[in-house]
């Protein structure tokens, strides 16, 4: 299997994975009233970003989650799909730093939702 390298890798692996999110009845909720014709490209470039060191990415991807109501059963879930969707597709170490930055996502949000005390 390859690893992720190129912007249609990162297409592949963004699309692939908001199936799946689309399907999952605890996680599809949070993306129902969602415009992904819009957000589709921005989830790309973010990937992009953060994998390929695509340049001027601005958007603060914590803040947009501040606001919705998510539990540790979103964060496993999210993070479960995210990593077999890698899985199923690539392999090397931009894939391990794919399911890696995904963790640390994870985290960042969790820590700086209001009220939690979890992390």
């Known amino acids: 299997m390859k690893d992720i390298s190129t912007k249609e890798d990162i297409s592949l692996l963004v699309n692939d994975f908001y199936g799946k999110v689309l399907k999952n009845e605890s996680l599809a909720p949070f993306f129902q009233k969602l415009d992904?014709?819009?957000?589709?490209?921005?989830?790309?470039?973010?990937?992009?970003?953060?994998?390929?060191?695509?340049?001027?990415?601005?958007?603060?991807?914590?803040?947009?989650?501040?606001?919705?109501p998510i539990e540790q059963e979103h964060f496993d879930t999210w993070l479960q799909l995210f990593?077999?969707?890698?899985?199923?597709?690539?392999s090397g170490e931009k894939?391990?730093?794919?399911?890696?930055?995904?963790?640390?996502?994870?985290?960042?949000?969790?820590?700086?939702?209001?009220?939690?005390?979890?992390?």
């Not at 990593?83 to 690539?90: K, N």
């Not at 930055?101 to 005390?117: D, E, M, V, W």
């Open 36 to 68: 992904f014709e819009k957000h589709m490209p921005k989830m790309e470039h973010f990937w992009a970003f953060v994998l390929l060191d695509e340049a001027n990415y601005t958007t603060n991807v914590i803040a947009k989650h501040l606001h919705m």
């Open 83 to 90: 990593g077999e969707t890698v899985d199923e597709h690539f």
């Open 95 to 119: 894939a391990n730093m794919a399911k890696e930055r995904a963790k640390l996502i994870a985290l960042t949000i969790q820590y700086k939702l209001p009220g939690n005390s979890k992390v």
